[in-house]
C-alpha cells in the first residue's frame, strides 16, 4: 500500500509525525504538507501562482518527506502528481476537533475530499488541544486500530475520523449539524491597533450517535462522507410542488 499524508498544521506538527510512524506499519509512506500552518483554509486550492516543493527540514524517521508554499489540497494534488499509485491519503494528525459544522471550512478534511475528488480514498484525521499537545503516544493504539478498520476495504471512501484525549472504543457517527452563536471578539495589540477574533459556541447539545456525541463521551467517531451535497429530500418536494 502507498501512503500519501498531509495535514493543514504544516510540515512542522507533531500530528502529521505522528500520523507517519503509525502508518508506516501498513505501507510505503510519502510527506506532503504545507510549509506553514493552513487551519481553515478549507478547500482552497492556488491556481494564480505557481507552486514549490522542497525537502523537509525535519526528518521523519526515514520517510521521505516534503513541503509546499500551498494549501492541503494542493498538496494533495501536487502529491497525486508525483506519486501516482498512491492508495489513500491521509490527513493529520490535526491539532484541534474536526467535528460537526466545522467540517465545512476544515483544510485537513479538504485534504481527504481532494484525494477522493482524485480517485484516491481519503480519511481525516483529529483530536482536541488543551494547554498542553494531544498524547500521541496514547492515542497511537487507536489510530492503528482505525486504520486497520478502514484499510479492510478496498473501495473508495472518505472518511472523517476524530479521536478524545482518552478513547474508550470505535464507533461509526454522522455529522452533527447544528446552529451556533457567531461571535466577534474584539482587542488591540501591542501596538494599538485594533483586532478581532470570530468564535463560535453551539447552540444545541449534541446527539446521541453524532461525531460530537461520541468524542464528548469519549468514543473514537468515525463518519463516513459523500462529496454529493445534495438535499434529495428538498429535491424531490421541490420537484412535486413547482414540476418544470
Known amino acids: 500500500m502507498t501512503i500519501l499524508i498531509t495535514n493543514d ?3 512542522y506538527s507533531p500530528g ?11 505501507g510505503k509512506v ?7 500552518e493552513q487551519s481553515s483554509m478549507g478547500h482552497a486550492v492556488t491556481h494564480s501562482r505557481p507552486l514549490s516543493l522542497k525537502r523537509s527540514p525535519i526528518a ?13 489540497a494542493d498538496c494533495v494534488a501536487l502529491g497525486s502528481h508525483l506519486y501516482a499509485k498512491t492508495d489513500v491519503v491521509l490527513s493529520g494528525i490535526n491539532m484541534g476537533p474536526n467535528l460537526g459544522n466545522s467540517m465545512w471550512h476544515s483544510g485537513t478534511l479538504a485534504a481527504a475530499k481532494q484525494a477522493v475528488l482524485l480517485g484516491i ?13 494531544p498524547d500521541f503516544e496514547a492515542l497511537a493504539p487507536y489510530v492503528e486500530r482505525t486504520l486497520a478498520l478502514l484499510f479492510e476495504d478496498n473501495d473508495l471512501g472518505l472518511y472523517n475520523v476524530n479521536f478524545p484525549p482518552q478513547p474508550k472504543d ?27 477574533w470570530f468564535t463560535v459556541t453551539p447552540l444545541e447539545p449534541a446527539e ?6 461520541a468524542v464528548e463521551n469519549d468514543y473514537v467517531s468515525i463518519t463516513p462522507l459523500r462529496l454529493d451535497l445534495t438535499d434529495e429530500q428538498m429535491l424531490r418536494k421541490v420537484k412535486l410542488e413547482h414540476p418544470v
Do not use: C
Open 9 to 11: 498544521d504544516g510540515i
Open 208 to 213: 446521541e450517535g453524532t461525531d460530537r456525541w
Open 16 to 26: 502529521i509525525a505522528a500520523l507517519a510512524r503509525i502508518a508506516s506499519r501498513f
Open 30 to 36: 510519502t510527506v506532503i504538507a504545507p510549509d506553514v
Open 60 to 72: 521523519f524517521e526515514g520517510i521521505e518527506a516534503w513541503r509546499v508554499n500551498g494549501t492541503p
Open 170 to 196: 470505535i464507533k461509526w457517527t454522522r455529522q452533527s449539524v447544528r446552529l451556533y452563536d457567531g461571535k466577534i471578539v474584539p482587542g488591540v495589540d501591542p501596538m494599538g491597533r485594533k483586532h478581532y
Open 121 to 133: 480514498r481519503g480519511i481525516a484525521l483529529s483530536t482536541p488541544v488543551g494547554k498542553t499537545e
